[in-house]
C-alpha cells in the first residue's frame, strides 16, 4: 500500500522559512516523480513543484526563486524548503506520487500557516 | 500559467448524469493527453479519478469517464450517486513543464 506521510508544517512569520518532509513508503521510491501540491482553506489546488527521477526540478512562477523541492531516495523522502513565506503561502501542502502524468497517490497533508 | 477554466458547480438528481467542463489553452489542454480529474471530499485528500484524459486507474467505477475535444476537457459521471456529491478539478501538464489545476467545481446530487 502506498503511503505518504508529510511533517513539519506549522506556524511561521512572514519572511520566514520552513522545511516540510514526506515519508514515502509501498513503492519503490526513487522510480517515481513526486510532487508538492497545496490548498489554502476553502480554495482549490495550487500545484507548487515537482523533481523527476533524475531529480530534475519544476515550479511555478509563484514559488520559483524562493521553494525548492528536493529528494532523498535512500532514505525514501521528499522535501519542500520554503524561504521568504508570505501570508499567501498559507496552506495544506499535499505530498504526491506523479504517474502517468498525473498526480495519483496523495499523501493527507501538513499545514503551513504564515502569520504574524 | 492561468488556471483552468471549470464551472463553479453543478447538479444532478440520483441516477442522472452529468457533464464537467475544463477549458484550458494550446499550451495545455489542448497541446497534451495529460489531462487528469480529482474528486475531493471535504477534509479529504484529492483523489485521482481519470488520467490521461480518458483512463480510469483501477478501483474507480465506470460511471466516471473522460474525453478531450481541441482546448476542453471533459468530466462525465454517469448514474448520479449520493456518494459522487464532492468537489472536483481537472489538471493539466503546460508546455512550460509545469501542471495547472482548474479552480475547481462543486457537485452536488439532489
Known amino acids: 500500500e502506498v503511503q505518504l506521510v508529510e511533517s513539519g508544517g506549522g506556524l511561521v512569520q512572514p519572511g520566514g522559512s520552513l522545511r516540510l518532509s514526506c515519508a514515502a513508503s509501498?513503492?519503490?521510491?526513487?522510480?517515481?516523480?513526486m510532487h508538492w501540491v497545496r490548498q489554502a482553506t476553502g480554495k482549490g489546488l495550487e500545484w507548487v513543484s515537482a523533481i523527476g527521477t533524475a531529480g530534475d526540478t519544476y515550479y511555478p512562477g509563484s514559488v520559483k526563486g524562493r521553494f525548492t523541492i528536493s529528494r532523498e531516495n535512500a532514505k525514501n523522502s521528499l522535501y519542500l524548503q520554503m524561504n521568504s513565506l508570505r501570508a499567501g503561502d498559507t496552506a495544506v501542502y499535499y505530498c504526491?506520487?506523479?504517474?502517468?502524468?498525473?498526480?495519483?497517490?496523495w499523501g493527507q497533508g501538513t499545514l503551513v500557516t504564515v502569520s504574524s | 500559467q492561468s488556471a483552468l477554466t471549470q464551472p463553479a458547480s453543478v447538479s444532478g438528481s440520483p441516477g442522472q448524469s452529468i457533464t464537467i467542463s475544463c477549458t484550458g489553452t494550446?499550451?495545455?489542454?489542448?497541446?497534451?493527453?495529460?489531462v487528469s480529474w480529482y474528486q475531493q471530499h471535504p477534509g479529504k485528500a484529492p483523489k485521482l479519478m481519470i488520467y490521461e484524459v480518458s483512463n480510469r486507474p483501477s478501483g474507480v467505477p465506470d460511471r466516471f469517464s473522460g474525453s478531450k475535444s481541441g482546448n476542453t476537457a471533459s468530466l462525465t459521471i454517469s448514474g448520479l450517486q449520493a456518494e459522487d456529491e464532492a468537489d472536483y478539478y481537472c489538471?493539466?501538464?503546460?508546455?512550460?513543464?509545469?501542471?495547472?489545476f482548474g479552480g475547481g467545481t462543486k457537485l452536488t446530487v439532489l
Open positions: 494550446s499550451s495545455d489542454v489542448g497541446g497534451y493527453n495529460y
Open positions: 509501498g513503492f519503490t521510491f526513487s522510480s517515481y516523480d
Open positions: 489538471s493539466s501538464y503546460t508546455s512550460s513543464s509545469t501542471w495547472v
Open positions: 504526491a506520487r506523479g504517474a502517468h502524468g498525473a498526480i495519483g497517490d
